[in-house]
């Protein structure tokens, strides 16, 4: 089976390294099976999704949020979390405390809070799911508060400060995440 899959991509590869470095650059198999950094138009995190080893007092399953280290922990069990690197709310915007997953969405729709609008009125006022939203290929709602855990169609941001608030993951890493974690999902944000 590796033999019938290994020609094929062996020769994409060979091709997309001669028809120039632009093209070379982009490439990665994992686009033509599907999975890789570009399937949902959300790019390759600069933080690479691990497993590590978590020393926190948390129950498996649940999601703890580090704001100072711009990091998301999905807890594990044997003392491991999966960690995902995200972007956080910029200065002013961050905020902690303890909440529940109570909707997830796929490619969901955007309506930017009345208190967004006010800072930016040039957003619009609804926007469609899809790939130029900025919500990106998953969301994941937070509680009753304005906040999400969600895509981005920008993986530049990804250990940035740069949200109104919400957490912003590449969308190869939210949908990861989107399919281990259920409603009701304990999220403990932790912003020191």
Known sequence: MIRFFAAPIAAIALLSATAGGALAEEFDSRDIMGGGPNFFRGGSSPVPRTTVMYNGNYAPG????????????????????LRYGIGVGRDGFRWGGVHRITAKKEWPDWTPPSQMLARRPDLPRHMKGGVENPLGARAMYLGSTLYRIHGSNEPETIGQAVSSGCFRMTNDDVSDLYGRVGVGTTVVVLNN
């Open 62 to 81: 649940t999601i703890v949020v580090n704001t100072s280290e711009r990091r998301l922990y999905l807890v594990l069990q044997n003392g491991q979390a």
